[in-house]
C-alpha cells in the first residue's frame, strides 16, 4: 500500500470526520483521497494557525479533527496550539510532512527541520515517526493518544516516508 493509502486508512479507522489542510507537494496524494470520501469533511485553509483553531470548533461539534500541514508552519500555529488546544485540553491529530531531514534538497527547509521535533518537545505535544509499512497503525494510536490526553499528537513524515509514493 502506497504511504498515502496507509495514512488514509489510519484516518479512516480512527474515526476522523474532518480535516483542515495547508497546501503541501507531499500531502497533496492524501488530500485528495480525503476531499474524495463524503464522509470527511475537508476544508483546506491559508495559514496553519487558522487550521487549528477550525479544528477546535469543530472538535466542540463533536468533529474528530486533523490538520495536515508541513513542519515549517509548526511555528506559525505554536501560539494557536498552547492557547487554546494545549490550554482546553483539546484534542488534535497533525499529519505533519516533516521536510529539512536527511536528503532534503533545499537549503532553507533545514533549519525548521532541525527545529520541529525540539519545538513540539518544549511544547509538550508527543509525536509518532512511523514508517510506511506502520502509518495505518500510527494514525490511530496517535489520535486515541490525543482523546485520551486531549492534546495535540503529531505524526512526523520524514523524506524517506514518501519515496514509496
Not at 28 to 34: D, H, N, T
Not at 59 to 70: D, E, F, N, T, V
Request: glycine share 10%; charged share 15%; hydrophobic share 45%.
Amino acid at each position: 500500500m502506497k504511504p498515502s493509502a496507509s495514512l488514509y486508512s489510519g484516518l479512516k479507522h480512527a474515526g476522523i470526520d474532518f480535516v483542515t489542510s495547508v497546501p503541501c507537494v507531499n500531502l497533496g496524494p492524501l488530500m485528495k483521497l480525503v476531499s474524495s470520501d463524503p464522509c470527511i469533511l475537508h476544508l483546506p485553509v491559508t495559514r496553519e494557525e487558522e487550521g487549528v483553531g477550525v479544528c477546535a470548533g469543530a472538535w466542540m461539534g463533536g468533529k474528530k479533527p486533523a490538520l495536515m500541514m508541513q513542519n515549517s508552519g509548526l511555528g506559525n500555529s505554536i501560539n494557536a496550539l498552547a492557547s487554546l488546544d494545549l490550554l482546553y485540553g483539546i484534542p488534535l491529530l497533525m499529519v505533519i510532512s516533516h521536510r529539512g531531514t536527511f536528503g532534503e534538497k533545499i537549503s532553507a527547509q533545514v533549519p525548521m527541520g532541525m527545529l520541529t521535533e525540539p519545538l513540539l518537545s518544549a511544547m509538550g505535544i508527543p509525536f509518532i515517526k512511523p514508517r510506511p509499512e506502520g502509518a495505518e497503525g500510527a494514525v490511530v494510536d496517535a489520535w486515541r493518544a490525543a482523546e485520551v490526553k486531549g492534546t495535540p499528537v503529531a505524526v512526523l513524515l520524514d523524506l524517506d516516508f514518501w519515496r514509496q509514493e
